[in-house]
């Protein structure tokens, strides 16, 4: 079997999702007719082609930009509808959703709008394509500390269907001291703590998010490289960081797919996984990150084998579930 066909059916879990950022430019159009919203476009293509990001804060202007489009319950059902049929074209069978309350609250669209489409289609993705997915509740980190408390406070009606609390938006600027105390919060109500960190941050950010937020799970992380120490402890701990290889190419953090580290970061011992972050905007969703990195790297059956169990690992299934797949 071609290692392509390895990568498409082994059974995969998606750990490091934005479900804003898997907006087609096709839904997006059909969405912006829908809702007589105005786009500065002329047509599918002309959205497509605007996608050249040349760092983190050029792609958010676009993606929260898109999100506007999403407006009632339907819109978020089939938004969520539309990945998680892609995440079984891909054989991706257990996946943790990232979404961004704060895009849609700031908007004036509540809690019970877009969760009521969001766990629609995550309900019927159980039941038809037997997929488990997780939610995963991020704050913007540009926004202030006080918003995340008010924004965890309006999640209360809709604690049991989320899994965890994490972090997003623009990195530089905002270590994640900036919001020590709303994640002591989650961790005390019981969520599963992660946080974007080391994207195009440096590495004292990792540190923070460890040392500060109690993270399970670092977000990208790809510049722990730059501390000795902390490559250490990553690997101590065995603290999971979820890799996007097609993200990090499109928003510039590597100039080329040959120089991306994560396999470097496997063989230092650390437990990486790959992941597509906004899979409409960078160009691929995770077979094609797997096979991007095949590409450029070289991968070997061997690799992807254990790429694809650190994906279960790494998760926040119960332990007797991840036993399935490793
Ligand atoms: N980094 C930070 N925030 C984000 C990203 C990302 O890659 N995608 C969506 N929000
Ligand atoms: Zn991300």
């Known amino acids: 079997m071609s290692l392509s066909s ?16 898997s907006l087609t430019p096709e839904l997006m159009w059909r969405l912006a007719k829908k809702h007589s919203v105005t786009l500065p476009y002329a047509n599918v293509e002309e959205i497509e082609a605007a996608y050249n990001f040349e760092d983190l804060q050029s792609f958010l202007d676009l993606y929260y930009a898109g999100a506007g489009v999403l407006r009632d319950e339907e819109d978020f059902f089939t938004l969520m509808w539309e990945y998680l049929s892609r995440c079984f074209d891909d054989n991706i069978v257990h996946t943790e959703i990232m979404f961004d309350p704060q895009t849609h609250t700031e908007r004036g669209i509540s809690f019970d ?8 289609a995550m309900t019927k993705a159980k039941e038809e394509y037997g997929i488990s997915s997780y939610l995963i509740m991020s704050f913007l980190r540009h926004l202030s500390e006080d918003d995340a408390f008010k924004t965890l406070e309006e999640a209360k009606p809709y604690y049991e269907h989320i899994t965890a609390v994490g972090l997003d938006s623009s990195e530089l600027g905002h270590p994640p001291s900036k919001f020590e105390r709303v994640f002591k919060h989650a961790k005390s109500l019981g969520f599963k703590i992660v946080a974007h960190a080391g994207e195009e941050g440096p590495a004292s950010y990792i540190w923070e998010a460890i040392e500060l937020l109690d993270v399970d799970r670092i977000d990208h992380g790809v510049r722990c490289q730059e501390d000795d120490a902390l490559m250490a402890h990553l690997k101590e701990k065995q603290i999971p ?9 499109k928003l510039c953090v590597i100039d080329d797919m040959k120089e991306h580290n994560i396999i470097e970061l496997l063989n230092a011992g650390l437990l990486v996984t790959v992941n597509s972050d906004d899979p409409t905007y960078f160009g691929g969703f995770l077979n094609d990150n797997f096979n991007a990195l095949h590409q450029s790297l070289n991968l070997d059956e061997h690799t992807v084998r254990t790429l ?18 490793i």
């Open 6 to 21: 390895i990568i498409n059916n082994i059974p995969k879990a998606e750990l490091h999702l934005h479900i804003e950022g």
């Open 113 to 120: 709008v877009f969760m009521a489409g969001f766990l629609r």
């Open 241 to 249: 960081l979820t890799v996007c290889p097609l993200s990090n190419l």
């Open 308 to 325: 694809a169990a650190n994906s279960f690992k790494a998760s926040f299934l119960p332990e007797n579930v991840k036993a399935d797949f």
